[in-house]
């Protein structure tokens, strides 16, 4: 979707209107989707920002998700009692709440945002394990792999993404660890302040050999479903004699000049 900056209200009616378009059991929409993303002072950014589950914006998917009998995935500005994190929450029918907060923050993200504070965490929702990651989490293979370790099925991924990159490196993502990933991109251009971005689009989905199952388009507002069998992420064998996890050397993996 193309947030409007500023505007949480419209985005988020934007936001459930796209959703109301078919029914599905998992949403995922794109990061900080109901503000924006070009912040240009800690103040602005203050007035935007929402306290997690209490908020507008939660307490309005969690309405929309009582409502359809599903869950949403979606990035949103959380103000904490340390400061503002960059996040992302799980919401569902029942009520059951999740956050998690973007670990690796990007460009000027570093001036208004505080980084996450607390573990990658896998949970679970209708038979399928689900971890969460924000944007420029991607580029840190060690955050996906994280949570496959802890047994996630599928990994989503609320994104503002700028760098072209991403997309083709969530295909090795679910390669490497055997999992689908959905990741959830903004389309546009916001230009305030000293800078601008212009967003890469093509939010995707993709299985567990990398295959893209649905990749939108650069510029265009767009929603698009898929029936996933998690199954599949349960297998971890590329052929009779490989698993990969069975096969990991871990006692190699340390760290350089580690003993």
Request: glycine content about 6%; proline content about 3%.
């Amino acid at each position: 979707m193309y947030p409007e900056f500023g505007r949480i209200k419209n985005n988020i009616e934007k936001a459930l209107s796209m959703m109301s378009e078919k029914q599905v059991e998992l949403y995922v929409l794109p990061e900080l989707f109901n503000t924006g993303y070009m912040f240009i002072s800690p103040t602005e950014l203050a007035e935007l920002a929402e306290i997690a589950k209490d908020g507008h914006t939660c307490q309005s998917l969690l309405n929309f998700a009582k409502k359809s009998g599903t869950a949403v995935i979606f990035g949103f500005a959380e103000k904490a009692a340390k400061g503002i994190f960059n996040s992302c929450a799980f919401i569902d029918s029942n009520g059951n709440f999740k956050l998690y907060r973007k670990l690796h923050l990007f460009y000027n993200e570093k001036r208004y945002f505080i980084p996450g504070n607390q573990p990658l965490e896998v949970f679970e929702y209708r038979n399928a394990k689900i971890g969460m990651m924000v944007c420029f989490d991607w580029i840190f293979p060690e955050v996906t792999r994280c949570l496959a370790l802890l047994g996630a099925d599928i990994v989503c991924h609320p994104a503002n993404l700028v760098m072209h990159y991403c997309q083709e490196t969530m295909k090795a993502r679910s390669i490497e660890n055997h999992i689908f990933t959905v990741t959830a991109n903004r389309i546009g251009e916001e230009n305030r302040g000293e800078n601008g971005f212009k967003f890469t689009g093509k939010s995707q989905i993709t299985d567990c050999k990398g295959n893209v199952i649905y990749r939108a388009s650069e510029d265009k507002e767009e929603s698009y479903f898929a029936d996933i069998n998690i199954e599949e992420a349960r297998d971890k064998n590329i052929n009779g004699l490989n698993d990969i996890w069975q096969d990991r050397r871990t006692e190699y993996y340390k760290r350089l000049g580690e003993k």
